[in-house]
Nanobody
Framework: QLQLVESGGGLEQPGGSLRLACVAS????????IGWFRQAPGKEREGVSC????????KHTFSAKGRFIVSRDNARNTAYLLMNSLNPEDTAVYHC??????????????????????WGQGTQVTVSS
């Protein structure tokens, strides 16, 4: 059974940090791009960060640049999103997703590039004082 499970969300104060983890089961992450997405109430799902299988391609949305670090450990079938300098605008449900990597292609921040079978259920991140 294909499954992605996120963890690490919670309540954090502005300026704090959280590290999210995304663990895959039923398939090997080593052949997949990983995307991190978030969706706040009343807003569309937004691509936050992505990483290619070897880490050679990494992208961040503008608001995440300089604050978020995406990484992966293929041996552990796990990807991570370290979020620093959190602010209330980061409050959302965060999802990870996987898409088969294609030669010479970068990872994508578009949710449309990730098949519906390869999404996690999400973890809530709330930034508030």
């Amino acid at each position: 059974q294909l499954q992605l499970v996120e963890s690490g969300g919670g309540l954090e104060q502005p300026g704090g940090s959280l590290r999210l983890a995304c663990v895959a089961s039923g398939f090997s992450l080593a052949d997949y791009n990983i995307g991190w997405f978030r969706q706040a109430p009343g807003k569309e799902r937004e691509g936050v960060s992505c990483i290619s299988p070897d880490g050679g391609s990494i992208k961040h949305t503008f608001s995440a640049k300089g604050r978020f670090i995406v990484s992966r450990d293929n041996a552990r079938n796990t990807a991570y999103l370290l979020m620093n300098s959190l602010n209330p605008e980061d409050t959302a449900v965060y999802h990870c997703a996987a898409a088969p990597a294609k030669p010479y292609d970068d990872c994508s921040l578009s949710p449309l590039e990730y098949d519906s079978d390869y999404w996690g259920q999400g973890t809530q991140v709330t930034v508030s004082s």
